[in-house]
């Protein structure tokens, strides 16, 4: 997949809000901090297209892109955050909740775990409404780079056996060296072209 044209299209907190075309739409969901914007940066060769930051739970809306004029990215906020307000962090879970349950031409997710950590009930519970819903994603291992390459092999085997997914459907990805870049842009692509059979 070439990068010919990225753009921001809008930010929304309900369904009235979201752009009305009707583009293959692939969401991006994760926790804080993850890298979920520096992800979709990388994807679509962009600096700072999504804006990244070093503090935890800064995107607070559902972020809509427009790449090659047909198809769309999505960047949902971050959860789990602690030191984000209560009152803003009890209006996330609806807000991506009613996103995930409407969003008509949404074909699918790649939720983000950084490759250090667990998955926590957070990652449990998106994992279980996808597969209920039938709903396909892609697991990515971001911040691969800061581990050794036997440490990651480790990693990539623990956290598959946590979330009961086989090796070759879990990526690793790393910002800094663009590894897995390649792979994740396949995986996209496939997923449009089975939606489209």
């Not at 692939?26 to 962009?46: D, H, M, P, Y």
């Not at 984000?84 to 009890?90: N, Q, T």
């Not at 440490?151 to 956290?159: A, E, P, T, V």
């Amino acid at each position: 997949m070439i990068m010919k044209t990225v753009e921001f299209v809008k930010s929304a907190v309900k369904p009235s809000q979201y752009p009305e075309y009707d583009f293959p739409e692939i969401a991006f969901a994760g926790r804080s901090n993850v890298g979920k914007s520096s992800l979709i940066n990388t994807l679509i060769q962009r600096r700072d297209m999504v804006k990244t930051s070093s503090k935890p739970g800064c995107t607070q809306l559902i972020n809509f892109f427009l790449v090659n004029e047909t198809l769309s990215f999505v960047d949902l906020p971050g959860y789990g955050y602690a030191k984000v307000s209560k009152k803003i962090r009890a209006q996330w879970q609806p807000m991506v909740n009613l996103y995930l349950s409407h969003r008509q031409n949404l074909l699918g997710l790649i939720l983000l775990i950084d490759i250090r950590r667990d998955p926590g009930k957070e990652e449990s519970d998106m994992v279980e409404w996808l597969e209920s819903h039938e709903m396909p994603y892609l697991v990515i291992l971001t911040k691969s780079d800061k581990l050794s390459k036997t440490k990651q092999q480790k990693r990539l085997l623990s956290i598959c056996s946590q979330l009961n997914r086989e090796k070759n459907s879990v990526i690793l990805f790393s910002t800094k060296t663009k590894k897995g870049r390649d792979t994740i842009l396949e995986e996209i692509e496939n997923l449009i072209d089975w939606h489209n059979e």
